[in-house]
Every structure is written in C-alpha cells, then in structure tokens.
Nanobody, 122 residues
Framework: QVQLVESGGGLVQAGGSLRLSCAVSGRTSSNYAMGWFRQAPGKEREFVAATLWSNGIPRYADSVKGRFTISRDNAKLYLQMNSLKPEDSAVYYC?????????????????WGQGTQVTVSS
C-alpha cells in the first residue's frame, strides 16, 4: 500500500513562493497518476496539478498555469508555487491512483495524504 505524507506548507506574503513535498512510500510502481489538490474553507476540493509517475508529463489547472510546477523524483512529489496569491490559500493534498493516463478528478484518486496548510497574506 502506498502512503503519502505532505510537508512544506506555511504562511507567505502575496507574490512569494513555497515548495510542497509529498513523500511516497510503500509498494510503488510506475503505473501511478499523482496529483495535487486544494480545498479552501466552504469550498469543494479542486484540482491543482497532476502528473504520471512514469514520465512526469504535467497538467495544470488554468488558475495556476505559469505559476506552479509539479515534479517528482524517485521518492517524492513536489509542487513549486510561485507568485502566490491570497486566493491560493487552502489545505493542499497530495493524491495517487493507479492509472496510465493523467487524472484530474478528485473522486478518481483513492490514496490521499493528510494535507498541508498554505496561507497567503495580502
């Protein structure tokens, strides 16, 4: 079973940067889609970015395109967040699911981390 543990959240001023990490442990293979999602108070969980563990091809939500970058190495998934805005404030979750294609729908992910808080002050 794959386990996911996020880290790297915090408080940052608008225009600043943060780098989130997701440690991936357990039985892993290359046939995983990995994603970052976020949920603000009173809102639904929304897609931020996704990639395939096998080839690293990314996909981004329009709201973060050009500002966020998803990447991975042998054991971690990352989300580099630049030019942060107050509306980026949320709990950010790392997720994984067995798939051969990119997955952007939260309900299709069956493995989730505990989340890490990102707060962007204006």
């Amino acid at each position: 079973q794959v386990q996911l543990v996020e880290s790297g959240g915090g408080l940052v001023q608008a225009g600043g940067s943060l780098r989130l990490s997701c440690a991936v442990s357990g039985r892993t293979s290359s046939n995983y889609a990995m994603g970052w999602f976020r949920q603000a108070p009173g809102k639904e969980r929304e897609f931020v970015a996704a990639t395939l563990w096998s080839n690293g091809i990314p996909r981004y939500a329009d709201s973060v395109k050009g500002r966020f970058t998803i990447s991975r190495d042998n054991a971690k998934l990352y989300l580099q967040m630049n030019s942060l805005k107050p509306e980026d404030s949320a709990v950010y979750y790392c997720a994984a699911t067995r798939a051969f294609v990119l997955v952007t729908t939260p309900s299709r992910y069956n493995l989730w981390g505990q989340g890490t808080q990102v707060t962007v002050s204006s």
